[in-house]
């Protein structure tokens, strides 16, 4: 790569970060409003953030060069670093007298909609720190939607490509197009978000709360303002208006890109659609089911929380009604392996996505068929698609890189002094980006400040892996990346 590729990366970071500054001064007016002191913090680091990136873009500015797809994976290494480092800054800044470890892994935590909070006594932390936190959240939820719709399948590393979905007309101008959808995903990002908030507050949250718990839900991101999550509001209702809103963004979001801009819902061909919303059936009334015989639960209440509690693990968001650990080992086995499946391509949610699934269960069987007939044409397809071997090899790529990732964490977890099922669930709960895990330390009624800070670095860079696709990272750790 040339210096000019260089130069351009580091001018679009820097104006990403000017963006950054000016959302700190939200929480800044928040702490403001409220009295709080930590208003000076959020100044002092949009000040700061505001006057490097005005200096770097100036120096680097220069004309576009021709993208290219190593560019895209150094832009979307460097924009990722760029915005956890940039969040971390007011955490540290705070009064919580947070390390760098525990900035940078909550920052992180926020921007790749993960959950997990080293941040304990939730409910009398500075409201400029919570909404902060949620304003990360949602910004990022932005940045993967976009990476998922248009940048990760450009990169042939994750997602099915959009334009191949949609189907428009031929002779339009891609980049063209590519304007069009965007602008109408920020609006539709934007119109969830409100109504999200409106029926929140409708519900019995304060503005407060449903401002807060309507961007961490939009982005599936799962940070609450009180230790208990949903449970603290104690309202079957509100964990319905959840579940709904966490399954719609769960689900990719050029559904309504297509009908805002062409007038049709075309992408409900999509065949993720179906398996994700099947597996999110099957899997809230078996668990109710089991809540009902084995535990005595009312049927209504058992399925109120199963579905929440499915929705949010399955959508990777990390809300919390109750200690579902409690529920029985059943629930406990249930909700580890949902950890690994994730919502779909081109939604906020996190994990190895319903789309490989199918690929990769298409793909078995396309080989079996093979055993049976050699010299037969078997085509692994994606609905009516026909999936090229490029796009096979990578998902039989990823899901191997994925196991290799959480079996190496995991082992070193472990030879950080904790035990399996903590070192186990821990890493792939950080790998998926859903947010608390199971056992007693991480699980749902515990959060991550007893974590060491070797090992919340660790996290860090595994939500980091799982956010951006794990191979978007590691094709840029390879030498042959850095040879012209």
Not at 52 to 76: D, E, I
Not at 163 to 191: G, Q
Request: charged share 10%; aromatic share 14%.
């Amino acid at each position: 790569m040339n210096a000019t590729i260089y130069r351009a990366v580091v001018n679009i970071a820097a104006i990403c970060g000017l963006y950054l500054a000016a959302a700190m001064l939200v929480p800044a007016l928040v702490d403001i409003y409220y009295g709080h002191r930590d208003w000076k913090v959020f100044m002092l680091s949009a000040v700061l953030v505001g006057g490097l990136s005005t200096v770097t873009a100036a120096a680097t500015r220069a004309g576009p060069p021709p993208f290219n797809k190593k560019m895209g994976f150094l832009l979307v290494n460097v924009l990722w670093l760029v915005f956890s480092l940039v969040g971390a800054l007011p955490f540290m800044l705070s009064s919580l007298d947070m390390n760098f470890a525990k900035a940078l892994f909550e920052s992180v935590s926020a921007i790749t909609t993960t959950g997990s909070t080293v941040i304990s006594g939730l409910d009398n932390a500075p409201p400029g720190i919570l909404m902060w936190r949620s304003l990360l959240h949602w910004l990022g939820g932005i940045g993967i939607v976009a990476l998922g719709l248009f940048v990760m399948p450009y990169l042939r590393v994750g997602g099915i490509s959009f334009f191949k979905m949609e189907s428009s007309d031929t002779n339009d101008k891609p980049f063209a197009r590519i304007a069009s959808f965007t602008r109408a995903f920020v609006l539709i990002y934007v119109l969830i978000t409100l109504a999200c908030t409106l029926v929140f507050a409708a519900l019995g949250m304060s503005r407060f709360d449903a401002v807060n718990h309507a961007m961490a839900t939009v982005a599936t991101g799962g940070f609450s303002t009180h230790d208990a999550s949903f449970g603290y509001f104690n309202s079957l209702p509100l964990l319905w208006a959840g579940t709904f809103f966490m399954t719609l963004c769960s689900l990719p979001f050029s559904i309504l890109i297509v009908f805002m801009v062409r007038g049709r819902l075309d992408a409900l061909r999509d065949p993720q659609i179906g398996v994700f919303l099947g597996y999110l059936l099957l899997f809230s009334v078996a668990i109710a089911i089991y809540q009902r015989l084995q535990n005595g639960v009312p049927f209504h209440e058992a399925l109120t929380h199963s579905f929440f509690t499915v929705s949010t693990i399955l959508s990777t968001t990390g809300f919390a009604s109750q200690d579902y650990t409690l529920w029985g080992p059943f629930v406990v086995t249930m909700a580890f392996f949902m950890t690994f499946m994730g919502g779909c391509s081109g939604s906020t949610a996190g994990g190895i996505k319903a789309y490989r699934f199918i690929i990769l269960f298409n793909s078995i069987r396309t080989g079996l068929y093979k055993l049976i007939y050699p010299n037969g044409i078997h085509i692994v397809r994606y609905g009516k698609m026909a999936v090229d071997p490029d796009l096979q090899r990578n998902v039989f790529l990823f899901f191997v890189t994925y196991l290799l990732l959480w079996a190496t964490g995991s082992v070193a977890m472990t030879a950080m002094g904790y035990d399996l099922l903590t070192s186990a669930s821990s890493v792939i709960t950080a790998l998926s980006n859903v947010g608390p895990g199971v056992g007693p330390i991480v699980g749902p009624a515990g959060n991550f400040s007893t974590i060491s800070d070797p090992a919340l670095y660790l996290l860090t860079i595994m939500m980091l892996l799982g956010r951006l696709e794990v191979l978007t990272v590691l094709v840029v750790l390879t030498p042959l990346f850095w040879k012209s």
